[in-house]
């Protein structure tokens, strides 16, 4: 799949939207990609599956919650590997895990993210792995806002690969 074709499913699922938007860090922006438009639409979550699914060899994938989990999920079965879930904090019941899954001691694990905007929740995320006998040095996420959180997950010692950064994303904003 090009750059295109996955910038086309984003768009085809209304996922990018225009006008004034709060992010969750607290800052504004012009545009919105919205994460749970492109992750329910069927066609689109198959299109970032696959796309994913081309990138990883027979490594354990991660889902950071919640945005991660259906990418892990639908790249679990198109790439036929098994995947975890990073949680942002522990249950109060149950396991109590902030990991969810089986993971061994050691295993290598690419982590999965919807959008990267300062990649504080990825590098959260990476760490719960990493305290949880994870070895994790590549994250693959759908969009890089490109607002510094490559810097901030590299600083963390993890390879991220993004298949549309926002400068692919709104080069063409006549199409949108």
């Avoid at 689109?44 to 919650?65: P, T, W």
């Avoid at 975890?84 to 993210?113: C, M």
Wanted: aromatic letters at 6%; charged letters at 30%.
């Amino acid at each position: 799949m090009t750059n295109q074709e996955l910038i086309d499913a984003l768009r085809a699922a209304e996922a990018v939207k225009f006008g004034e938007f709060e992010l969750s860090h607290g800052g504004t922006s012009e545009y919105y990609v919205d994460k749970y438009l492109f992750e329910t639409d069927p066609r689109c979550l198959e299109a970032i599956a696959g796309a994913f699914a081309g990138r990883i060899d027979d490594e354990k994938l991660g889902g950071v919650a919640l945005g991660g989990v259906p990418l892990a999920a639908a790249t679990s079965v198109a790439a036929g590997v098994p995947y975890v879930i990073a949680r942002k904090q522990r249950k109060e019941y149950g396991t109590g895990n902030l990991v969810e899954g089986r993971l061994e001691d050691g295993e290598e694990v690419v982590v999965l993210e919807d959008i990267v905007t300062t990649g504080t929740s990825l590098v959260d995320a990476v760490e719960a792995l990493r305290d949880a006998g994870a070895t994790v040095e590549r994250a693959l996420v759908v969009v890089d806002r490109e607002e510094g959180g490559r810097e901030n997950v590299e600083d963390a010692g993890v390879e991220m690969e993004s298949l549309v950064t926002a400068s692919e994303l709104l080069a063409d904003r006549d199409s949108a």
